[in-house]
């Protein structure tokens, strides 16, 4: 993570206020997941990932978006995950994968609405736990857009080919590792 990179996070009544600043890349994205996935195992249910400070997104980003959303809906969740600030730029990257029929795309009625300077306000930097290594952020890339490959037919095809040349690669990183 750089200085122009953070994931900027805060926990208030009935959601977790995510903010990524700057580029939502492969590079922070892990950090985004271990703080979601995080304050999904303490209980959350509604994640709401602010996009205002975002630049733009790439595939594996927007994958882990979509894994945060497949995951909730598994557990039941009312609020799931919601899309803050998103701006033309990354809504329309989020609709060209189909993503705004997982993601609730800046709601127009939300216990935030309203509030989002105020939010913003109180956030913190967060701080993960590790970083990860090469093998983790291939195997956390490759996850990714499976699971956006999982998402639709024209997504499945559309990343046939970076999942199995992630697959391969992953595969041959497990084969070193023994």
Known sequence: MSSENAILVGVFDGFTWI???????????PVMKEC?????????RCIVIDLGGCTGMDSTFMGQLASFAARLSKLG??????IAGAGERNRSSLEDLGLDCLLEIDPPVAVWR??????????????????PTMKERAK????????LASTSEENARKFAGVVG?????????ERKAD
């Open 19 to 29: 903010r990524c600043e700057g580029k939502g890349s492969f590079v922070i994205s």
């Open 36 to 44: 979601a996935e995080s304050r999904i195992a303490e209980g959350e």
């Open 77 to 82: 969740a009312k609020g799931g995950v919601q």
């Open 114 to 131: 309203g509030k989002a300077d105020e939010i913003r306000a109180e956030l913190e930097p967060y701080k993960p736990g590790h970083s």
């Open 140 to 147: 956390h890339i490759l996850e990714a857009h499976q699971t």
């Open 165 to 173: 040349i992630l697959e391969q690669e992953v595969a041959e990183n």
